[in-house]
């Protein structure tokens, strides 16, 4: 077994608004092992980027707040560091590239400048040494000819070329960990492919661990060693890729797998979950995918099941498939 | 089988002045496209984002005017057709958008919206239009108590209802689905999805499905139309387009997408480079800057698309 990284323990983010309390993260515990890439996979507003925005303790505070919860990185509670101390390790240790490349960059200055400044704030070098290694970056996520490419501003710049350009900047410090919040959502499939395969092979390079949010299975499937499968603020079911893809057990991630229209054989109908995802203001008591579930019984409606092991690797939240 | 809709060398550039000495810059956002639509089937057209294929969809229906080329809808010339005359042609044929979120009027209810075409057309009295909205609103999902509502208190699946409802109400036999399915999350996905082909059963609708999702097209596509830079390069079966792709713009397309087991590691093939700005298209094969199998022919002569099997065209010098 290699290193743990990180540790999340009984994470719990609320926002305060108006209406309510929104549970957007209400007690998620993963670990995520150096050198790995971990998935967190579900639905739009199932929390899996607040849960990222938490580690990086960038949730904006109003309305947000982490109520409580480790979050223990490299043996360091991330939790309990200040706003000053947060910024050695954003950049430094654990970066993040997002999912639209062109509202991440700023759009006046010129990518040069942005990679310099990033390197310039977390390592001490002069601005020709900074100038170099920004340029070296550019060769490295594939950036033909860096030198024009440093003087041009975001706008011109593909979207496949801005996400490398992001992912340049995310690793020019060389951190020990990447959170990659939807990175390939809003690029073309063959784009998709480049970028992911680009991720891959920096990865191994300068063994990075990965934090790979998406909704797209595919992408899991493909990529990551581990995943954690969220429905409404929670994990409902961590595990190995083939523990999830191979003996899903709770019937959301049933649902979801079956859901995919499949490009190898031909099914007349999809399987279809019914329903939407409840809203995370008033959860239901028990089970929250029990309204949506069709093997629910009274248990899931009374009280709100635990992530049990069904095999050593392999936890899943259901009464049910616990039960056995 | 009849066609209902036959689209021959559509042409569809958008121009705009540039710089002091306003030269025109041409986008070839369709350029040279000839398909057909059967009756009663549902036609695929897949690309990446600026391939033209939404551009080809709104022209089709006049929309946009087009800039060369001739469309024929049940035989009929539609081609050059003015607002007056395409007035009828638009009970018949009609569109779906990608984006739940935009293309529905926020100030108007739910039932406003799905009646709001039937008034249009001057169809129904009041209350037969409200019972059809009624009729409409069951058919697609959505409750009585739902009709009432305003937009902005639906999900993006239930919009997507809604917006469905809206292009069902003139009882068309032709939609042009534009990305119905790709703002949506997977479990809502297969919802609308299943929806738009049990109503393709029920009132014999034909389709022309434009989506990026190689997997939902496979789905729910029978013959299927691939897109690159304004032009097609290839049409085929559903069947035949998945099991035996030959322009190498299919192959890395369908090779690119991440198959959902972690046990099938599919052999992919990574294209170099962005697609090129249809605004100064490559020239010859517009694939040739990206193409893997690129030879010195492809940078000179355009391919045309020919019938290398039956029912199963290709664009490609390998082919010729």
């Not at chain 1, 310099?116 to 594939?142: N, P, R």
Request: charged content about 25%.
């Amino acid at each position: 077994m290699s290193e743990k990284l990180l540790e999340v323990e009984d994470l719990r983010t609320y926002f305060y608004t108006d209406e309510g309390v929104v549970k957007s993260v209400d007690g998620v515990s993963f670990e995520i092992k150096k050198g790995e890439t971990f998935g967190l996979v579900g639905e739009s507003g199932c929390g899996k980027s607040v849960t990222a925005l938490s580690i990086m303790k960038l949730i904006p505070d109003p309305p947000g707040k982490i109520v409580s919860g480790k979050i223990e990185f490299e043996g360091e509670d991330l939790a309990k560091l200040t706003e000053k101390q947060m910024q050695k390790i954003r950049g430094n240790k654990i970066s993040m590239i997002f999912q639209e490349p062109m509202t991440s960059l700023d759009p006046v200055f010129t990518i040069g400048s942005e990679l310099i400044e990033t390197i310039q704030l977390h390592q001490d070098l002069k601005k020709d040494e900074a100038y170099g290694q920004s340029v070296e970056m550019l060769k490295l996520v594939g950036i033909p000819d860096p030198e024009r490419r440093m003087k041009q501003y975001p706008h011109e710049l593909s979207g496949g070329m801005r996400q490398r350009a992001m992912i340049a900047m995310a690793l020019a410090c060389r951190p020990s960990m990447l959170i990659a919040d939807e990175p390939t959502t809003a690029l073309d499939v063959t784009i998709q492919a480049q970028i992911l395969n680009l991720m891959e092979g920096l990865k191994e390079e300068f063994n990075t661990s990965v934090l790979l949010i998406t909704h797209d299975l595919g992408v899991v499937a493909q990529y990551c060693t581990n995943v954690a499968v969220m429905y409404a603020g929670n994990i409902v079911e961590y595990g190995s890729v083939y523990d999830i893809f191979e003996e899903p057990k709770h019937p959301y991630t049933k649902g979801l797998i079956k859901s995919l229209p499949s490009l190898d054989k031909n099914v007349e109908r999809l399987e279809i979950l019914e329903g939407n995802v409840p809203s995370l203001i008033d959860a239901p008591k028990g089970c929250r995918f029990q309204p949506r579930c069709d093997v629910c019984t009274d248990k899931c409606i009374d009280s709100f099941p635990d992530l049990r092991y069904v095999t050593e690797s392999h936890m899943v939240r259901c009464h049910r498939e616990a039960g056995k | 089988m009849t066609k209902l809709l036959e689209v021959n060398n559509l042409k569809k550039y958008f121009e705009k002045s540039m710089g002091w000495f306003k030269t025109l810059e041409q986008t070839k956002a369709v350029d040279d496209v000839t398909f057909h639509i059967n009756k009663g089937e549902t036609f695929g057209l897949v690309g990446e984002s600026g391939c033209g294929k939404s551009t080809c969809g709104k022209t089709i229906l006049k929309l946009y005017s087009p800039t060369a080329g001739s469309l024929f809808y049940e035989g009929n010339d539609i081609t050059n057709l003015n607002r007056r005359e395409m007035f009828p042609y638009r009970r018949k044929m009609t569109i779906i958008y990608q984006d739940p979120f935009a293309s529905l009027d926020p100030r108007m209810t739910v039932g406003g919206i799905i009646s709001e075409p039937m008034e249009v057309h001057k169809l129904h009295t009041k209350e037969e239009r409200e019972n059809r909205v009624m009729e409409l609103a069951t058919r697609v999902g959505l409750t009585d108590e739902q009709v009432s509502r305003y937009p902005h208190e639906f999900s993006g699946g239930q919009r997507q209802r809604i917006g469905i409802a809206r292009s069902l109400a003139l009882d068309p036999d032709f939609i042009v689905a534009d990305e119905p399915v790709s703002a949506l999350d997977v479990s809502i996905q297969a919802q609308i999805i299943n929806l738009m082909q049990d109503l393709q059963k029920d009132m014999g609708l034909t389709y022309l499905f434009i989506a990026h999702d190689l997997g939902v097209v496979k789905h729910i596509c029978n013959r299927i139309a691939v897109m690159y830079l304004g032009r097609i390069v290839e049409i085929a079966e559903r069947d035949t387009l998945f099991a035996n792709p030959m322009h190498p713009y299919t192959r890395a397309l369908l090779s690119a997408v991440p198959v959902p087991d972690p046990r099938v590691k599919p052999d992919q093939i990574i294209l170099k480079g962005d697609v090129p700005s249809p605004v100064n298209p490559p020239s010859g094969c517009t694939f040739h800057t990206r193409c893997p199998k690129v030879f010195d022919r492809c940078d000179k002569d355009a391919p045309h698309l020919t019938e290398v099997e039956k029912d199963h065209w290709v664009s490609c010098h390998l082919y010729g």
